[in-house]
């Protein structure tokens, strides 16, 4: 009875992401919204998780979110952990200079640095060595010489379209050096060309996922090409992050807006009546639930066009506000959000109690756009 009770509350929270018009009003106030995000925050800070290290990229894409959490709401928790994780990090990146992965921890540093304006506080010296390094000294991708010749570019996965290229573009703007911009945008270039589906207007994750390059391509049970939520996911959170810190003349700027809209436009199409998109979003019925991640970093992303004039307010509104009801569904009472597959490179399972600190980041992202919507 004990078992079937639990079962049945469970069953329950499920629905909640299911049924999103009951609980709209309710996750449409902006203090019910910000007590979300400040408990999901709490709760995190209260459980450190990482892959690797403190600096690895979990903790820099959770970081991520909590910078953009300040500077919608200015609260001092969110400045509070900020410092404190980066005074213990000792403002270091984390060690493979030329992984992308590995510099988006450095999104936090810079932030600080130009939100807070402490003097002599931030050291962002090793951000620009590893900068320097990852962008200029040769290596076995760039060149590649790599063994695995699906690594045969710097970014070789769609995910280093989040973790490196805001940082260069936030870093540029930093320095005012067009440089790291016109260095980014040769980089990015050869990420989008490789992987970038113009049919589908999706990112496959890797070459492994291309059709019509391997011996045998790899396919969904229902025929259609693996198109990996959270893949996505990062690419368009991080085309937000770039086109807000990327200077309106930027000669490339266009090209950035352009292959914003034609994801936004995708992922409006095949968004779940429920508001939450499926680990494969061509085959959603492969495992049919909401994932919070990748459906956190829509969220954020199409909010942000809304509230920045590049999407229609009509069209896109209506969908940023039906994702982020079925997302707030999906966070426990003691403020740990659910529902995030754990970490991958294709789509795989989450459930209510699944979690990783880049789905609280995804979440925090979400939320500090939802709450400048009118």
Known sequence: MKLLLQLSILLATINLSCSPKLYAQKAFDKSDIESSMIKALEWQEAHPIFALAPTDWTAGAYYVGVARAHRTTNNQIYKAALKNQGYHNDWQPYKRVFHADDIVIAYSYLYIEEAFKRKNFVNLAPTKEFLNTHLYEPNKWKDGTDKDKTKNILWWWCDALFMAPPVITLYAKHTQNEKYLDDMHTYYMETYNQLYDKEERLFARDKRFLWGVNKEDKKEPNGKKIFWSRGNGWVIGGLALILDDMPNDYKHRPFYENLYKEMASRLLEIQPEDGLWRTSLLCPETYDHGE???????????????????????EYAPAVKKAWTALAACQHDNGMIGWVQNIGAFPEPANANSWQNFGT????????????LD
């Open 361 to 372: 980041g995804a979440y925090l992202l979400a939320g500090s756009e939802v709450l400048k």
């Open 292 to 314: 919070v991640s990748g459906s956190g970093f829509y969220t954020f992303a199409l909010a942000w066009g809304v509230n920045n004039g590049m999407l229609d307010k009509e």
